[in-house]
């Protein structure tokens, strides 16, 4: 797809701003086929290059997706050591993204993570900071409960400091204390491979969100499938909690 190269699905369907993905079913992609679950990864990370340029096509302008939870360090050491080279190699690629002018921002706890891995991704941030076409962001060792956690303890050494009071604290405050901070909250959750969980994915942000679910497994998700979750998002009436 060329760089700067528009798609539209028709006047009548409005564009989520925000979109989530859960990228599943890599595994299952790759026993299909009677290869190593990290096959699956591959594909998928090559599923992540051409979805998040179809978003940009269609004019999205948020996307994150879901690439490493807090809780998958649970899976053997060789499954976790292929995706966390694999964002190595990415971190180089998403280079690319930078010459579409396409910002990228991290979530999650980067403590855990390599030396070389975060400096590469703070770097990778701070060259793409004013770009505009569209935000990308990549949740690596991110959890929902663990990032309100951590808002949760910066707001109480403010208290303990004397620089807030408890029945000050407001949703906005909490907002702001999230690794998302800037980021707008997301419309439109896309989890693919039949599985219909949030598994601590954007627990705040996705208060509102609409789900959109099929049996797609992760790598073999197309352009075409992100447009079909986008006119079905956008035959959806939200309410946010009106009638
Ligand atoms: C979930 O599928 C997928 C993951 C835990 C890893 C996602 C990582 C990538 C796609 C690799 C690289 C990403 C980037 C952004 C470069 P699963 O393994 O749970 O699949 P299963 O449910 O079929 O077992």
């Given at each position: 797809?060329?760089?700067?190269?528009?798609?539209?699905?028709?006047?009548?369907?409005?564009?989520?701003?925000?979109?989530?993905?859960?990228?599943?079913?890599?595994?299952?992609?790759?026993?299909?086929?009677?290869?190593?679950?990290?096959?699956?990864?591959?594909?998928?990370?090559?599923?992540?290059?051409?979805?998040?340029?179809?978003?940009?096509?269609?004019?999205?302008?948020?996307?994150?997706y879901y690439a490493f939870s807090t809780e998958n360090w649970k899976r053997p050491k060789?499954?976790?050591?292929?995706?966390?080279?694999?964002?190595?190699?990415?971190?180089?690629?998403?280079?690319?993204?930078?010459?579409?002018?396409?910002?990228?921002?991290?979530?999650?706890?980067?403590?855990?993570?390599?030396?070389?891995?975060?400096?590469?991704?703070?770097?990778?941030?701070?060259?793409?900071?004013?770009?505009?076409?569209?935000?990308?962001?990549?949740?690596?060792?991110?959890?929902?409960?663990?990032?309100?956690?951590?808002?949760?303890?910066?707001?109480?050494?403010?208290?303990?400091?004397?620089?807030?009071?408890?029945?000050?604290?407001?949703?906005?405050?909490?907002?702001?204390?999230?690794?998302?901070?800037?980021?707008?909250?997301?419309?439109?959750?896309?989890?693919?491979?039949?599985?219909?969980?949030?598994?601590?994915?954007?627990?705040?942000?996705?208060?509102?969100?609409?789900?959109?679910?099929?049996?797609?497994?992760?790598?073999?998700?197309?352009?075409?499938?992100?447009?079909?979750?986008?006119?079905?998002?956008?035959?959806?009436?939200?309410?946010?909690?009106?009638?």
């Amino acid at each position: 797809m060329a760089n700067n190269e528009k798609i539209s699905l028709g006047e009548n369907v409005s564009v989520p701003v925000h979109v989530g993905v859960i990228m599943d079913g890599n595994g299952r992609w790759a026993k299909k086929r009677g290869l190593p679950r990290k096959f699956g990864h591959r594909e998928g990370a090559k599923t992540f290059r051409a979805i998040t340029r179809h978003a940009k096509a269609l004019g999205i302008q948020y996307i994150t997706y879901y690439a490493f939870s807090t809780e998958n360090w649970k899976r053997p050491k060789d499954e976790v050591d292929a995706i966390m080279d694999l964002f190595e190699k990415y971190l180089d690629e998403v280079r690319d993204f930078i010459e579409e002018n396409i910002r990228v921002r991290f979530i999650g706890d980067r403590t855990r993570l390599s030396e070389n891995l975060q400096r590469k991704m703070a770097s990778v941030e701070e060259d793409s900071k004013d770009f505009d076409s569209m935000t990308l962001v990549l949740a690596i060792n991110y959890g929902g409960r663990d990032e309100i956690c951590h808002a949760a303890k910066t707001l109480a050494q403010q208290v303990k400091e004397g620089k807030l009071e408890p029945e000050d604290i407001t949703m906005d405050m909490i907002e702001r204390n999230l690794y998302t901070e800037e980021i707008p909250p997301v419309d439109l959750v896309i989890r693919p491979s039949g599985e219909q969980r949030l598994s601590n994915f954007m627990i705040w942000q996705a208060a509102y969100a609409e789900f959109y679910y099929t049996n797609i497994l992760w790598p073999d998700f197309k352009g075409s499938d992100l447009d079909k979750a986008v006119i079905a998002y956008s035959e959806r009436n939200r309410r946010f909690g009106g009638v």
